[in-house]
């Protein structure tokens, strides 16, 4: 939303992911990271051991652009299964999505479980997830069972054909040498993944590149 | 790449034909203040006093508050519930606007809830002819404030620059 008036941009981001996956870690960390003066109080509407009920919330400003302060709501969901109806209730609106993945191994199924409810909320709003920015987080690097990048690539970001004939062309991914954002594939199909990043969200590690590339996404979109 | 879900935009004369009509609701209402929030949470604008409340938290909370409240009205087979009420020394009454902005008063006991009920209903009617402005101009793709960062890609590379 654009208001003249107040000279601000305001965008809406949502982490989504599956439960315990770091997505108010996220949040918690960029809360301490950023200046007080560019950000809001950090809103947590959880349950008493902590687990997020609704969502957790946190405004930041990341700067001025053209005049316009560019303010960033920060949104979490629910992870836990049986919470979809706030879960969903939380995209209404959402102008960039990420997804928080949990890198541990025996976490991949709650991931795809995550993933495909993301892409069925989105749809029941009319939005096409694909057609958005969205970016992927794998947290829990840290982790000795964490499960290899590829293998989480090739299960939650296989990529989704681009039928759109003047997009075919390669597109280098910036944040990973040697990889492609937009690429073919052997048989002829061209396809495009999100951008992926890797991190340890308790450490902070890969938290503001996250964050960065997300809201960057948004922008763009509106150039 | 679409530019998200809800691209919209104020224009300073909307801004202030929506701040007059806010004041002069007040005035009639003597609430303390009055904000309107779009349904995805964030804040529009706020008229009167709010010494001390954190109006983009107020903002987020409420429009939660009452899509989670549309939700319950769904659930025992209500279409809507149009308005909602918060009673305290302090007292809350929300009002939707042709379901894409929430009218948020705050008012205390120098009033009575059923002065902002019968204020509100005409406030809420002439707020929907601004906002539906709003957004059928929007939907025509005529409003040069959409543009303000076509051409910004350098600028906003730089702005990450951190």
């Given at each position: 939303m654009i208001n003249y008036a107040s000279?601000?941009?305001?965008?809406?981001?949502?982490?989504?992911?599956?439960?315990?996956?770091?997505?108010?870690?996220?949040?918690?960390?960029?809360?301490?990271?950023?200046k007080p003066e560019t950000r809001g109080k950090l809103i947590s509407l959880a349950t008493e051991t902590e687990?997020?009920?609704?969502?957790?919330?946190?405004?930041?400003?990341?700067?001025?652009?053209?005049?316009?302060?560019?303010?960033?709501?920060?949104y979490t969901v629910p992870g836990q299964v049986y919470y979809n109806a706030s879960r969903k209730l939380i995209l209404k609106n959402v102008d960039g999505i990420v997804f928080v993945g949990d890198s541990q191994a025996e976490r991949m199924e709650a991931n795809l479980e995550s993933m495909q409810n993301l892409y069925d909320n989105m749809a029941e709003y009319?939005?096409?997830l694909t057609q958005m920015p969205f970016?992927?987080?794998?947290?829990?690097?840290?982790?000795?069972?964490?499960?290899?990048?590829?293998?989480?690539?090739?299960?939650?970001?296989?990529?989704?054909?681009?039928?759109?004939?003047?997009k075919h062309r390669v597109q280098p991914d910036p944040y990973h040498a040697g990889q492609n954002l937009v690429e073919q594939l052997p048989g002829g199909e061209w396809i495009e993944r999100a951008?992926?990043?890797?991190?340890i969200a308790v450490q902070g590690d890969g938290v503001f590149d996250t964050l960065k590339a997300v809201s960057k996404l948004v922008l763009k979109a509106l150039a | 790449m679409t530019a998200g879900t809800a691209n919209w935009s104020f224009t300073q004369d909307d801004f202030t034909a929506i701040t007059e009509s806010l004041k002069r609701f007040l005035g009639e209402t003597k609430s303390?203040?009055?904000?309107?929030?779009?349904?995805?949470?964030?804040?529009?604008?706020?008229?009167?006093?709010?010494?001390?409340?954190?109006?983009?938290?107020?903002?987020?909370?409420?429009?939660?508050?009452?899509?989670?409240?549309?939700?319950?009205?769904?659930l025992v087979g209500e279409t809507d519930f149009s308005s909602l009420f918060h009673q305290g020394e302090k007292?809350?009454?929300?009002?939707?606007?042709?379901?894409?902005?929430?009218?948020?008063t705050i008012f205390d006991s120098r009033t009575t809830v059923g002065l902002v009920r019968l204020r509100m209903k005409n406030e809420v009617e002439e707020l929907t002819q601004l906002i539906d402005r709003v957004f059928s101009r929007g939907r025509n793709g005529d409003a040069a404030d959409q543009h303000v960062l076509r051409g910004a890609d350098e600028e906003i590379d730089k702005l990450f620059n951190w």
């Amino acid at each position: 939303m654009i208001n003249y008036a107040s000279r601000e941009i305001n965008c809406k981001i949502v982490y989504y992911g599956p439960g315990l996956g770091g997505k108010t870690t996220n949040l918690e960390h960029v809360y301490g990271k950023v200046k007080p003066e560019t950000r809001g109080k950090l809103i947590s509407l959880a349950t008493e051991t902590e687990r997020t009920l609704f969502f957790d919330f946190l405004p930041v400003d990341l700067g001025t652009i053209r005049g316009f302060k560019t303010r960033f709501h920060l949104y979490t969901v629910p992870g836990q299964v049986y919470y979809n109806a706030s879960r969903k209730l939380i995209l209404k609106n959402v102008d960039g999505i990420v997804f928080v993945g949990d890198s541990q191994a025996e976490r991949m199924e709650a991931n795809l479980e995550s993933m495909q409810n993301l892409y069925d909320n989105m749809a029941e709003y009319g939005y096409d997830l694909t057609q958005m920015p969205f970016v992927i987080q794998y947290n829990k690097r840290d982790l000795p069972n964490a499960a290899p990048i590829e293998d989480l690539q090739a299960s939650l970001n296989p990529g989704w054909e681009v039928e759109d004939a003047a997009k075919h062309r390669v597109q280098p991914d910036p944040y990973h040498a040697g990889q492609n954002l937009v690429e073919q594939l052997p048989g002829g199909e061209w396809i495009e993944r999100a951008p992926y990043f890797e991190a340890i969200a308790v450490q902070g590690d890969g938290v503001f590149d996250t964050l960065k590339a997300v809201s960057k996404l948004v922008l763009k979109a509106l150039a | 790449m679409t530019a998200g879900t809800a691209n919209w935009s104020f224009t300073q004369d909307d801004f202030t034909a929506i701040t007059e009509s806010l004041k002069r609701f007040l005035g009639e209402t003597k609430s303390l203040c009055a904000l309107l929030v779009d349904r995805s949470g964030q804040l529009v604008t706020t008229v009167g006093d709010a010494p001390g409340l954190d109006t983009t938290a107020f903002a987020t909370l409420t429009a939660a508050d009452y899509s989670a409240n549309d939700q319950l009205a769904k659930l025992v087979g209500e279409t809507d519930f149009s308005s909602l009420f918060h009673q305290g020394e302090k007292s809350i009454y929300v009002a939707d606007i042709a379901r894409r902005l929430l009218l948020v008063t705050i008012f205390d006991s120098r009033t009575t809830v059923g002065l902002v009920r019968l204020r509100m209903k005409n406030e809420v009617e002439e707020l929907t002819q601004l906002i539906d402005r709003v957004f059928s101009r929007g939907r025509n793709g005529d409003a040069a404030d959409q543009h303000v960062l076509r051409g910004a890609d350098e600028e906003i590379d730089k702005l990450f620059n951190w």
